[in-house]
């Protein structure tokens, strides 16, 4: 039996079997490949100069993907101007430009929603005093948000209460921060950054300063910026270990996901493992595009049922990593999960939150 997009969007994030979800995937994924020839004139080139045309298709792996690059290069979108609401970029840092993706309200319904859904199999339906470790979002429009300003909106939408931990000029905000940890010190409470932030802007100086702050009912969702934590020797043990200490939070949860399929994150399980929601899927894919087998390492090849705003829903990252297994982790939760090693040797540095 066929389940829709929004249907999928109604059930736990998690719970579809890799049988369940396998024929209802192909079907709405052949849909959404045709949408998007149809009313993308660039998308459409791209698939006529590989000779590949969208008729039925069995599986999603077989459609050519789309490299992360091409939307610094080329405007993509797959409704008309007066459609777009929303505006999503990602910083880049060796000039090639930045990533434009364009949201109607209808991606942009998809995406929230499916955040929502991955965000309280983690965090719960409670809403939580939320602490962000970056500087306050301000009157940025929101209309046009940076990956980074995208990242705090959504994860926001888990809060009762926002507290900034950071000022203007990055540095801490030791009367905001106080402030917070004493009044959710036995509360369970949500503190959300990107990693880069997180480790250099406040765990760093917090242990620098001989400052500890209690949060043991905290849990941390960040991602993004392992590039910089690498050339420092940080692994992510070391990065756990040092936020409990400076913190005492031992709820870590790192999170894998990129500005052209928001929404469609990954995040990290008790046991380490990024898991696939019902509404994504990724294959990793060796240098002759072929599918690697489970274990074995390749480039992380991405595909998301939310977009259709844009054809962003076969996407090739400029990541490595390895799937470990599907339906079978120990947390429970159903569907792939994976690892991610690093980025591709040789590749720009696309600085979603390290710049």
């Not at 039925?56 to 609401?85: D, G, M, N, Q, Y």
């Not at 965000?119 to 409670?126: H, Q, V």
């Not at 692994?235 to 928001?262: L, P, W």
């Not at 380490?272 to 072929?290: Q, R, T, W």
């Amino acid at each position: 039996m066929m389940i829709t997009v929004d249907e999928m969007l109604e059930c736990p994030p998690y719970s579809l079997s890799a049988r369940e979800k396998a024929s209802s995937f192909s079907k709405i994924i052949s849909t959404t490949v045709k949408h998007h020839y149809e009313r993308c004139v660039e998308y459409k080139r791209f698939l006529d100069l590989l000779g590949w045309r969208p008729t039925e298709v069995s599986c999603w792996e077989k459609i050519p993907p789309l490299h992360v690059r091409v939307f610094k290069e080329t405007r993509l979108a797959s409704v008309e101007p007066s459609a777009i609401i929303k505006t999503l970029t990602s910083s880049g840092t060796s000039g090639t430009g930045v990533s434009q993706i364009f949201l109607d309200s209808e991606t942009s319904r998809r995406q929230t929603k499916a955040l929502a859904k991955i965000g309280s199999d983690y965090i719960g339906a409670k809403r939580l005093p939320m602490l962000v470790i970056d500087q306050p979002l301000g009157n940025k429009k929101l209309r046009h948000l940076s990956a980074r300003g995208a990242g705090v909106t959504g994860f926001s939408m888990f809060a009762k209460n926002v507290t900034y931990a950071l000022e203007e000029d990055m540095e801490v905000n030791w009367s905001a921060v106080g402030e917070f940890c004493k009044a959710n010190a036995n509360k369970k409470s949500l503190i959300f950054g990107f990693t880069f932030i997180v480790w250099k802007y406040f765990v760093k100086r917090l242990l620098a300063s001989s400052r500890t702050f209690s949060l043991e009912q905290g849990i941390l969702i960040h991602g993004g910026g392992w590039k910089r934590l690498v050339e420092e020797s940080v692994s992510s043990e070391d990065f756990k270990e040092a936020v409990g200490k400076a913190t005492c939070i031992r709820r870590v949860h790192n999170y894998y996901g990129m500005v052209e399929q928001t929404g469609s994150i990954f995040l990290e399980c008790e046991h380490g493992y990024l898991h696939v929601p019902n509404v994504a899927d990724i294959s990793v894919v060796d240098e002759h595009f072929e599918r690697c087998a489970f274990g074995d390492s390749g480039v992380i090849k991405l595909c998301s049922l939310l977009p259709s705003s844009y054809p962003g829903h076969v996407i090739l990252s400029d990541d490595r990593g390895y799937v470990v297994g599907e339906d079978s982790c120990r947390c429970g939760r159903l569907g792939k999960y994976f690892i991610v090693e690093g980025r591709l040797p040789r590749v720009e540095i696309r600085g979603c939150s390290d710049v």
